[in-house]
């Protein structure tokens, strides 16, 4: 059995700092890429950034691009979200994610952003 678990949330002031983590138990599984998505109380799931194993690329929702920096290691099945000059509208809780056969979620960390 997988699991990702996430850490890192918490509570911050806006124009703060935060860096979440996201690791993977359990048995050994390939992925080919790891996101972070977020979700704010009465909304969607919405992408917020990705990297790919093969060659390193990141992407980044709009909302995020400047301030949000992904990275990961791909031998551990890990990846990590540093996130600076946060606003309160990034409050949400945010899910990692594993692209892969199959694909697997984390159980999620709360991000509060106070204004």
């Known amino acids: 059995q997988v699991q990702l678990v996430e850490s890192g949330g918490g509570l911050v002031q806006a124009g703060g700092s935060l860096r979440l983590s996201c690791a993977a138990s359990?048995?050994?599984?390939?992925?080919?890429?790891m996101a972070w998505f977020r979700q704010a109380p009465g909304k969607e799931r919405d992408f917020v950034a990705r990297?790919?194993?093969?060659?390193?690329?990141?992407y980044y929702a709009d909302s995020v691009k400047g301030r949000f920096t992904i990275s990961g290691d791909s031998a551990k099945n890990a990846v990590y979200l540093q996130m600076n000059s946060l606003k309160p509208e990034d409050t949400a809780v945010y899910y990692c994610y594993s692209w892969g056969t199959p694909n697997y979620w984390g159980q999620g960390t709360q991000v509060t952003v106070s204004s």
């Open positions: 359990g048995r050994t599984f390939s992925s080919y890429a």
């Open positions: 990297v790919s194993w093969r060659g390193g690329g990141t």
